[in-house]
């Protein structure tokens, strides 16, 4: 059985006609919501019967097809426009309606409100508040706002480099270390692949990373930029957030952030991230300079003089660095000229350390999450050391330990890794697919 609807059939006597809104604006001051007709039908006289009586039967049917003159009702003028006027005469079951149209005229409603925007948002892919038809009530003044929309979630896709596709419902959002740029993803793409090419996976880059644009100055921004890239591929939790050394730092602040707004965080993995504290970018350059000389096949005594570093502890190691320190500037000359073939820009790598300069001036608070901690082999055998100084800020913390040293366990070891990650992002998945969850 059909739906009943009610047609106004209307003739002017001025020029130009009141338009579709003008009417219902009226028609609205006078008679009840359902009494407003949906249909308006323009004609240029009544037909009357031999009495002089409107002849019902000779009303012409209403042409849903049919399309107004400009003048009366605005044409689209892109393809924005064209598709919002399919939705809004789909919702609002009232044809014509012109660009200009007020939605509210047309006898939109609060549930009305819903379902387009719901319709809005699969259709264009973006995030519309409840309260845009508000400010955007007419097609074209919400066509704007949906261009502006995709231009902005255009700038926040920036950060994001889509690793791999995969066919699971929820994407895994990865932070890499280093100073977060291209390069890393070489390494963390391999990674994706052995932990399963089902799970959709995403790189966050630094903005530093190309080295011509700064990074931003403190990791609680960074990460706030890096929810809006989230946000605009995933909306809502629940969240699957990994980070790698430095890249860890940023991924704790970014599940603190959307802790803080109220969105499920399903996994936070951190993988051999240290927390930062005061010695940890004195520590992050000692390695900058020692790692590359252990390396080198031309000077294998530096690896007794890293093991001995290892072995002491603050203003010892330093003073044992210094005494040292000629052998070290010896081999880093050395180095040096044999790569002077390939120079470094020192006006991009200061542009990308802003990254590191950022990271490492970052001081976390207390995490009320869980959080899983993969740390290579080389820290169990310091108990104190394990743990890379976040058992005081995170109450439930759940420990692997990994084959290698820092340099060679994604990258040796990467199907170990990849196995562990892909447990814990099984469970987690169970998790939320269990009653429990659901009704939670």
Known sequence: MGEWELVAYFTSGVDPAPTVSAFRRFLKQKLPAHMIPSLYVPLGAMPLTPNGKINRAALPVPDRSASESESLHPLPQNPIEAKLLEIWMRVLRVRPIGTSDDFFDLGGDSLAAV???AAVEKEFGINLAPG???EAFS?????????????????????????Q?????TPIFFVPGGVGGV?????????ARHVGTKFPFYGLKARSADGTESAQSTVEQMASDY???MQSVQPRGPYYIIGECAGGIVAYEIAQQLHERGQHIALLILMDTARP???LEARRKVRRIIEPLLRSHRFNGLTFLWDQLRRRTGLDKARYLVSKSGIIARETFRRERTTSSQPVDRAIEYVQRSYSRAIYAYRPKPYPGTMTLLVHDEFRKDDERVMLGWIDFVADIELHVLPGSHLTYIRDHVDAVAARIRECVERADAADMSPASSSS
């Open 115 to 117: 379902e387009l925007i």
């Open 132 to 134: 845009t038809l508000v």
């Open 139 to 163: 097609v074209g003044r919400l066509a704007r706002h949906i261009a502006a929309e995709q231009d902005r979630t255009q700038v926040r896709r920036g950060n994001l480099l889509q690793l």
């Open 165 to 169: 596709r995969g066919t699971a419902r």
């Open 183 to 191: 390069a890393e993803f070489f390494v963390y793409t391999r990674l």
């Open 227 to 229: 929810i809006g890239a």
């Open 277 to 279: 504290d005061w010695s």
